[in-house]
């Protein structure tokens, strides 16, 4: 990597943020798919395993490819959002794209896209936006790779979503729950259907336990597109889970086997199932309930999980960990993670959440684990104020304060923590915030003098 490909990289970025951000989003799947067929259909090149849901499914997806990789095939994984920098969405082989690659690809959609953007405009429509053209560049620079499969997650929803361009070998719902609600719908069977659109003809269907409501939304899709379907708790398990140094033993009856005690490196019962999960999403990529996974395949697929972001120790002395629960579903998560599978009495709970997001929600659902509320905002136009979090802590008879920026609150915490070796830090609420937490964390090297 050169000082020019970082730089090719970075123009890539910026000509991306001038366009309509990522939020904005409208149901019109159509305006990727006119540039991908002026690419020729790139993302018709690979196997893919489309995956969707509420929570837990970059988790999932990330486990996924880490499994369909040991079947030595080369892999590409999309996801969103990035937590450092942009090329982590695109993933070729478990490794961010090359900077080059990505200005390479860029250089190859870049007049369609002026054209488009052309028919857009005379059609009285918007021009491509942030999120539509982040989808057309993975695509091309996948194909470009090449890959065998891409492990695909949904930027919102499903139907509508600009990945739902490509065609699914496999359909994945994690969990879900209501999110989104102003562009999804606001009950859990209505944000299924919009989910559901990602199921196609003939494809293989699998999800993590779902509310009444959604399995019958995701049970009536599959039946209409004549694809098969299975549930976790019905048509496969996590069986065991128990913990274990940096993470846990699982032991998984999957569509085409049981897997007994195999090493998970991820903190959380929640990790567990979404390990489950993807087993069962690969079991029906390479073969359904007739093929399993080989042994040490299984293995070394999941030995090389990892889910930035999530659960992620970032800090000792004193512990700090890094988790992207932005809604009450994974907030609920991160506690009985925390309750489950650390030992410590109290935790500082450093907590910044975007304004579209349920604060009040997530508060209450950190409320059984924290002792004290350092409110701080993710850097973005569309974080909530710090003393709104902090106002929402206290209603909740929290202690807390506030703090105009990560560093002063993630100083104060550690700060707090140090005073007792029963205290612990985790700092959550919002992908973004993450992301700065690991840059922050790594710069002031919390983790200094340890070896992992």
Do not use: C
Request: proline share 3%.
């Amino acid at each position: 990597m050169t000082d020019r490909d970082i730089a090719r990289a970075d123009a890539v970025y910026a000509a991306l943020l001038e366009r309509q951000g990522e939020r904005w989003v409208q149901p019109r799947v159509e305006r990727t798919r006119r540039v991908l067929e002026l690419l020729d259909d790139p993302q018709k090149t690979y196997r893919v395993v489309h995956v969707t849901g509420t929570n837990g499914k970059t988790s999932t997806s990330r486990i996924i490819e880490s499994l369909v990789r040991a079947h030595g095939l080369r892999t590409g994984l999309f996801t969103s959002p990035h937590l450092e920098r942009f090329t982590e969405r695109i993933m070729v082989d478990g490794e961010p794209i090359a900077d080059a690659a990505v200005a390479d690809a860029w250089e190859e959609i870049e007049p369609f896209v002026g054209l488009v953007d052309a028919e857009l405009a005379a059609a009285g429509d918007a021009p491509l936006t942030f999120f539509e053209l982040l989808t057309v560049l993975a695509f091309v620079a996948f194909a470009d790779a090449p890959i065998d499969v891409l492990v695909l997650e949904v930027g919102m929803g499903g139907s509508w979503d600009s990945t739902n361009t490509a065609d699914g070998d496999v359909a994945v719902f994690a969990p879900i729950d209501i999110d989104h609600a102003d562009r999804l719908g606001d009950t859990i069977a209505e944000i299924a259907t919009v989910k559901a659109g990602i199921i196609k003809d003939g494809a293989a269907v699998v999800s993590a336990r779902q509310d009444a409501s959604a399995e019958a939304v995701l049970r009536e899709a599959a039946a209409a597109r004549g694809a098969t379907i299975a549930f976790e708790g019905q048509d496969f398990a996590l069986a065991r889970q128990s913990l274990a140094v940096g993470g846990q033993l699982i032991t998984v009856r999957g569509l085409a086997g049981t897997y007994e005690d195999e090493y998970l490196p991820l903190y959380g019962g929640h990790q567990g199932f979404n390990a489950a999960l993807a087993i069962a999403a690969v079991e029906a990529l390479i073969g359904g309930a007739s093929r399993g996974i080989a042994g040490d395949v299984l293995t070394e697929g999941l030995a090389q999980a990892t889910a930035p972001g999530r659960l992620q120790l970032v800090g000792v002395a004193p512990t700090v960990l890094v988790d992207a629960a932005h809604n009450p579903h994974g907030a609920r998560a991160l506690v009985a993670a925390l309750q489950e599978s650390f030992d410590f009495d109290e935790w500082g709970i450093v907590l910044g959440v975007f304004a579209d997001k349920d604060a009040a929600g997530i508060v209450d659902a950190l409320a059984p684990v924290a002792a004290h509320v350092f409110a701080t905002s993710p850097e973005s136009d569309r974080a909530e104020t710090a003393d709104r979090i902090a106002d929402l802590a206290e209603a909740s008879a929290l202690p807390a304060t506030v703090h105009h920026d990560l560093g002063q609150a993630a100083e104060a915490a550690r700060a707090w923590a140090a005073e007792s070796d029963r205290r612990a830090v985790v700092i959550a609420g919002s992908v973004i915030l993450a992301g700065q937490a690991l840059t922050l964390a790594d710069a002031e090297e919390w983790k200094s003098g340890w070896d992992a």
